[in-house]
């Protein structure tokens, strides 16, 4: 892999992330940008005790371009893009709407290709493999600036969960804080190695569905199972079988293994409604362990957390959505209306052949 970091006219960092070490990224933004001044600001919710971003100038973002006018395909001609050359591999770059900025964290943008039209499950193994290598890039930088505490690298896909650029692409986000969502986790963690006398979780979790019927794949290095109390119509966690807490921790076999798994998983998903349905909505997410301290999680280690990727859809059946309603947006206690052994054997009948 080959990394080549670069500014776009208003002051904003681009990454591009080749395959080949001869290629050569010398082009310039020639657009007449002003220099960034988006800001966000963080206030906690004394009830909740979680955080909220505010980032009133996200609402002037692009918002569904047409495709010749697409900010994330290369830039031809005097049809001028977020990146200045004609091609590329994987492209990172700040966000221009970020949802946190400055002292409140950093946004950025994945490209994962520049083919307007493909889909990550579309994508070979060798570039499904230099997207990993991106992630994992990012995250080491992002952890290291003083400001960031939890690395999160994510994919939205399709309009039904609000994508507004159509361009295969995902996010990181660099939180200044722990997420609620990676807080109760740790908290679990805490809990459980105190009531078994130091034993994980994670790995008593993972060994548990690895000896149920809700795995889906199951390779030499990952594991992939439809979790037993899963909130999602089809919900699949994707685990490393050897527990690490970050992308940056991933042997060379498991990161030679990750796009073979993952590029199958997605492309079941875009098969478990049938052929004549569009490609199915979904959300990847991967859980890192946080970068700051733990001590609020008594006798949890950094290393004892696990990495592993969610990925979800909110189809729950052929046109229809699950849509998250009083009980769900209300109190967070979440009705799944797919059984998670159902989802489980779906995904397993449209294995390719």
Not at 55 to 66: F, I, K
């Amino acid at each position: 892999m080959k990394k080549t970091s670069t500014r776009l006219a208003d002051g904003r960092e681009l990454i591009y992330y080749d395959s080949r070490d001869d290629v050569v990224r010398d082009a310039v933004d020639r657009r007449p940008l002003d220099p960034v001044t988006s800001s966000s600001e963080i206030r906690r919710d004394p009830l909740l005790g979680d955080c909220v971003a505010v980032a009133s100038h996200r609402q002037a973002r692009t918002y569904h371009p047409p495709a010749d006018e697409c900010p994330l395909c290369p830039s031809e001609g005097d049809r001028l893009s977020e990146i200045p050359d004609s091609s590329y591999d994987v492209a990172v770059f700040e966000n221009r709407f970020p949802s946190l900025a400055g002292d409140a964290g950093r946004c950025e943008v994945v490209c994962f290709t520049s083919d307007h039209d493909a889909s990550f499950a579309g994508l070979t193994e060798e570039q499904a493999g230099l997207v990993l290598e991106a992630w994992t890039d990012r995250t080491a930088e992002l952890s290291n600036l003083p400001s960031v505490e939890q690395v999160f690298c994510f994919e939205n896909r399709g309009a039904e969960i609000g994508v507004t650029l159509g361009h295969p692409h995902g996010q990181i986000y660099a939180y200044p804080f722990t997420t609620p969502r990676t807080a109760l986790m740790l908290r679990s963690l805490a809990e459980h190695k105190e009531q078994t006398g130091g034993r994980n979780l994670f790995d008593d979790v993972l060994a548990e569905e690895r000896a149920g019927e809700r795995v889906v794949i199951e390779g030499d290095h990952w594991v992939a199972f439809v979790p037993y109390a899963a909130h999602w119509p089809y919900e699949v966690h994707l685990y490393p079988r050897r527990r690490v807490p970050d992308l940056l921790a991933l042997d060379d076999a498991a990161r030679t293994e990750f796009p073979q798994v993952y590029l199958e998983l997605l492309r079941r998903f875009d098969r478990i409604f049938g052929s004549g349905e569009p490609p199915t909505p979904y959300i990847a997410a991967w859980h890192q362990a946080p970068f700051g301290t733990l001590d609020e999680f008594a006798g949890v280690q950094r290393d004892d957390f696990a990495l592993h990727l969610e990925l979800f859809t909110i189809r729950r059946t052929s046109g229809k959505l699950k849509f998250l309603a009083g009980s769900e947006s209300g109190m967070n206690v979440f009705i799944n209306d797919v059984p998670p052994e159902t989802a489980a054997e779906r995904l397993r009948e449209v294995a390719s052949s």
